[in-house]
T-cell receptor
Framework: KQEVTQIPAALSVPEGENLVLNCSFTDSAIYNLQWFRQDPGKGLTSLLLIQSSQREQTSGRLNASLDKSSGRSTLYIAASQPGDSATYLCAVRGNYGQNFVFGPGTRLSVLP | EAGVAQSPRYKIIEKRQSVAFWCNPISGHATLYWYQQILGQGPKLLIQFQNNGVVDDSQLPKDRFSAERLKGVDSTLKIQPAKLEDSAVYLC??????????????FGQGTRLTVV
């Protein structure tokens, strides 16, 4: 059974810092991995999707990497801004037909 | 492109009452998911549909929860009777069918249920 963990559970940084959020999964037989952002009281917004054959994906100030063999993914946020404050969730999809398994999330606060 | 639509946004009911949530996925998305998110936790899958067939409902409490996806488009999730521990956000998501390269999942805004 796939299990997903995220470290740290919460993170507070001053504006402008670069930061890394970590995601680990126990079963390396994955189809893809997706990073989401969730603002309080809102749904999930997709940030980046990495297929199992890819090593990384970039979108603006965000870069996500995937090391399938070690069961790890990182989300790198460059030059953080107060508007980046949210909970960041990673989700892993198993092979054909399986659903997304989510981590518990990392709650990020960027202080002005 | 319209996103995943859910209603209602908020619902407060008393325990033992029944409640229903509605979801309209992105047009053309064959796969539809219902997730339950308890405060402070990641979402947990309740049920996954492919068109109008159930792919995975292993974590759905079938004694009180039911879901259907008639005609392979809209879906409803029902709870009857509700318990206090059902208080959570219920999220609907959709994606293209598995096997297509880009199977990114898109989520709706969710329905926040409070059972008192």
């Amino acid at each position: 059974k796939q299990e997903v963990t995220q470290i740290p559970a919460a993170l507070s940084v001053p504006e402008g810092e670069n930061l890394v959020l970590n995601c680990s999964f126990t079963d390396s037989a994955i189809y893809n991995l997706q990073w989401f952002r969730q603002d309080p009281g809102k749904g999930l917004t997709s940030l980046l999707l990495i297929q199992s054959s890819q090593r990384e994906q970039t979108s603006g100030r965000l870069n996500a990497s995937l090391d399938k063999s070690s069961g790890r993914s990182t989300l790198y946020i460059a030059a953080s801004q107060p508007g980046d404050s949210a909970t960041y969730l990673c989700a892993v999809r198993g092979n054909y037909g399986q659903n997304f398994v989510f981590g518990p999330g990392t709650r990020l606060s960027v202080l002005p | 492109e319209a996103g995943v639509a859910q209603s209602p946004r908020y619902k407060i009911i008393e325990k033992r009452q029944s409640v229903a949530f509605w979801c309209n996925p992105i047009s053309g998305h064959a796969t539809l998911y219902w997730y339950q998110q308890i405060l402070g936790q990641g979402p947990k899958l309740l049920i996954q549909f492919q068109n109008n067939g159930v792919v995975d409902d292993s974590q759905l409490p079938k004694d009180r929860f039911s879901a259907e996806r008639l005609k392979g488009v809209d879906s409803t999730l029902k709870i009857q009777p509700a318990k206090l521990e059902d208080s959570a956000v219920y999220l609907c998501a959709s994606s293209l069918v598995m096997g297509v390269v880009n199977t990114e999942a898109f989520f709706g805004q969710g329905t926040r249920l409070t059972v008192v």
